[in-house]
């Protein structure tokens, strides 16, 4: 099941800076995981905002729950999903 998730992280204005850093770096590593294993399959900067566009592909609503709470960031960010399917026109086939 594909999600489109918007994440918008923000962080306290007075966290200390190596709070931060560590959570960043945590957020990276498990999300290069979460890549490598096929289940975060696009991570997208929008400009201008400290905000990504991503798209998730896992086996079940519950499994996206799950995979967003144990994000690093997850207490610091605002999450909007949308569940995806497949558009009739669309030409790529193998996007499902
Ligand atoms: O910087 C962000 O948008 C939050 C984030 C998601 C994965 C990552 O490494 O940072």
Redesign the pocket.
Known sequence: MLFHVK?T?KLPVDMDPGKAFKL?AD??EL?QRLMREGKWRH?W?IAGQ???Y?VFDVASVQELHDTLMQ?P?FPY?EIEVDPLCRHPSSIRENDS
Do not use: F, H
């Open positions: 994440m992280v960043k957020e990276k999300a991570l900067r400290y905000a990504n991503s994000l960031l960010m």
